[in-house]
């Protein structure tokens, strides 16, 4: 730059002047006016490569942070698992020591950092949901097949209660695929619960038939008992009364 090249020869003319002093020695108020010239434009050059150098390594500071901030997004953006709430904190706590970055730069790499941490807890938060749900539902299936093994002596009203906690389940309405297994095996075992119980109703319904028969079997043994024993009444009543009047 042109201070730069105005340093260089300030010095160039330094060595000239130090040069012709040794032939010719000048006067010293002269000498004393031109050294101060060079030294000033000497030091406005150096204090220039000082703004520089400390421009450079603000600038380095800044692109670094730039970096390291952008490479932060791409992190948080790509996490999964079970660990992600612990990650993202972890990932926070890195992103408010680095140095601050001014203008939409630095504005848009704060809002793309904390949609993404949004986004990833909110998944987060969904998929355990939906693990928890995926557990309520094995637990329902595993209970609605262990009800089915014992029987419909257990009650239509247990079953009932059962079914209404599993249409309750939000999951259900989704179209996860681990719900379908855990789908079909539910409506296996309400299948068969029905058909346990259309069983069992048939068959009090033949017991109570069989009951009705013997009680009508019974009832036709009492009134012929009944109407034997009221001839027998009526027989010995009239040899009593005949026996009476002779």
Same mark, same amino acid.
């Given at each position: 730059?042109?201070?730069?090249?105005?340093?260089?020869?300030?010095?160039?003319?330094?060595?000239?002047?130090?040069?012709?002093?040794?032939?010719?020695?000048?006067?010293?108020?002269?000498?004393?006016?031109?050294?101060?010239?060079?030294?000033?434009?000497?030091?406005?050059?150096?204090?220039?490569?000082?703004?520089?150098?400390?421009? $450079?390594? #603000?600038?380095?500071? !800044? &692109?670094?942070?730039? @970096? %390291?901030?952008?490479?932060?997004?791409? *992190?948080? +953006?790509?996490?999964?698992?079970?660990?992600?709430?612990?990650?993202?904190?972890?990932?926070?706590?890195?992103?408010?020591?680095?140095?601050?970055?001014?203008?939409?730069?630095?504005?848009?790499?704060?809002?793309?950092?904390?949609?993404?941490?949004?986004?990833?807890?909110?998944?987060?938060?969904?998929?355990?949901?939906?693990?928890?749900?995926?557990?309520?539902?094995?637990?329902?299936? $595993?209970? #609605?097949?262990?009800? !089915? &093994?014992?029987?419909? @002596? %257990?009650?239509?009203?247990?079953?009932? *209660?059962? +079914?209404?906690?599993?249409?309750?389940?939000?999951?259900?309405?989704?179209?996860?695929?681990?719900?379908?297994?855990?789908?079909?095996?539910?409506?296996?075992?309400?299948?068969?619960?029905?058909?346990?119980?259309?069983?069992?109703?048939?068959?009090?319904?033949?017991?109570?038939?069989?009951?009705?028969?013997?009680?009508?079997?019974?009832?036709?043994?009492?009134?012929?008992?009944?109407?034997?024993?009221?001839?027998?009444?009526?027989?010995?009543?009239?040899?009593?009364?005949?026996?009476?009047?002779?």
């Amino acid at each position: 730059t042109d201070v730069v090249r105005a340093a260089e020869r300030a010095r160039e003319a330094e060595r000239e002047w130090e040069t012709l002093a040794r032939v010719i020695a000048p006067k010293a108020d002269v000498t004393e006016r031109f050294l101060s010239v060079c030294r000033a434009i000497i030091a406005d050059a150096e204090r220039l490569g000082q703004y520089r150098a400390e421009a $450079e390594h #603000a600038r380095d500071r !800044v &692109e670094a942070a730039l @970096a %390291r901030r952008q490479a932060l997004c791409v *992190r948080v +953006e790509a996490l999964e698992g079970p660990g992600v709430p612990e990650q993202i904190a972890a990932a926070t706590a890195e992103w408010n020591r680095l140095t601050a970055l001014p203008g939409e730069q630095g504005g848009g790499l704060e809002r793309r950092f904390r949609a993404a941490c949004e986004a990833r807890r909110s998944q987060h938060e969904f998929a355990q949901q939906d693990k928890a749900q995926r557990a309520e539902l094995d637990v329902l299936v $595993e209970e #609605a097949e262990r009800l !089915v &093994e014992e029987g419909p @002596a %257990r009650g239509l009203d247990r079953w009932r *209660r059962l +079914e209404s906690r599993w249409t309750a389940v939000p999951l259900l309405q989704t179209s996860d695929p681990d719900v379908e297994p855990l789908r079909r095996r539910f409506a296996r075992a309400a299948d068969r619960f029905r058909q346990q119980q259309e069983e069992a109703l048939a068959q009090r319904a033949e017991r109570e038939q069989g009951n009705l028969r013997r009680l009508e079997a019974l009832l036709t043994r009492l009134q012929a008992a009944a109407a034997a024993e009221s001839s027998k009444l009526a027989a010995a009543y009239g040899i009593a009364v005949t026996g009476t009047m002779s």
